[in-house]
T-cell receptor
Framework: EAEVAQSPRYKITEKSQAVAFWCDPI?????LYWYRQILGQGPELLVQ????????DSQLPKDRFSAERLKGVDSTLKIQPAELGDSAMYLC????????????FGAGSRLTVL | GEDVEQSLFLSVREGDSSVINCTYT??????LYWYKQEPGAGLQLLTY?????DMKQDQRLTVLLNKKDKHLSLRIADTQTGDSAIYFC???????????FGTGTRLTVIP
């Protein structure tokens, strides 16, 4: 069964450091999403790509977060500098965007900022 | 309001039915979804329902949709200990392709 791959699974860093997360969506899925899930809450969208283009980054804190999907396949989410409040699970999802547009999620990258 | 709302906790005995409720925000939402999240893992799609349907059944899962009240429920029949997890409802709002999630309901199944 096709999966969304994410790495690293766990990341511990000190505040003010840079961190990066990588996502490889299911082959053929043109739409890729990065969600942030704070402990005890539901996921919230950070950024959505259609192929290599950003279609929604309204909730992305652009002073410290950046995301790219240069070739329209895999994607990187970067935080620089990390702050204590960035501790969360970062979830990547992809979809084929037809019909029900079901999002398939990866296992997530858990970030702890000390 | 702007939030998708769910009760935070539900406990049931093994073998009983579980009913998880959700109130969503956009009466024009086209699809409603239920996802399951086990500890430390990503979200797994359980089922979804198109907005022109009132009910959908898939093995032990039954989804009921009340568009007038913007209420969605998930019934799990014969609940097992392996069903213990957090359950999220999500809506696909008009004009959007991403999903808006509730806060999640933690289901605990007591043996």
């Amino acid at each position: 069964e096709a999966e969304v791959a994410q790495s690293p699974r766990y990341k511990i860093t000190e505040k003010s450091q840079a961190v990066a997360f990588w996502c490889d969506p299911i082959s053929g899925h043109a739409t890729l999403y990065w969600y942030r899930q704070i402990l005890g809450q539901g996921p919230e969208l950070l950024v959505q790509f259609q192929d290599e283009s950003v279609v929604d980054d309204s909730q992305l804190p652009k002073d410290r977060f950046s995301a790219e999907r240069l070739k329209g396949v895999d994607s990187t989410l970067k935080i620089q500098p990390a702050e204590l409040g960035d501790s969360a699970m970062y979830l990547c999802a992809s979809s084929f965007q037809s019909g029900a547009n079901v999002l398939t999620f990866g296992a997530g990258s858990r970030l702890t900022v000390l | 309001g702007e939030d998708v709302e769910q009760s935070l906790f539900l406990s049931v005995r093994e073998g009983d039915s579980s009913v998880i409720n959700c109130t969503y925000t956009d009466s024009s939402s086209t699809y409603l979804y239920w996802y399951k999240q086990e500890p430390g893992a990503g979200l797994q799609l359980l089922t979804y329902i198109f907005s022109n349907m009132d009910m959908k059944q898939d093995q032990r899962l039954t989804v009921l949709l009340n568009k007038k009240d913007k209420h969605l429920s998930l019934r799990i029949a014969d609940t097992q200990t392996g069903d213990s997890a957090i359950y999220f409802c999500a809506e696909r709002r008009t004009g959007a392709n991403n999903l808006f999630f509730g806060t999640g309901t933690r289901l605990t199944v007591i043996p």
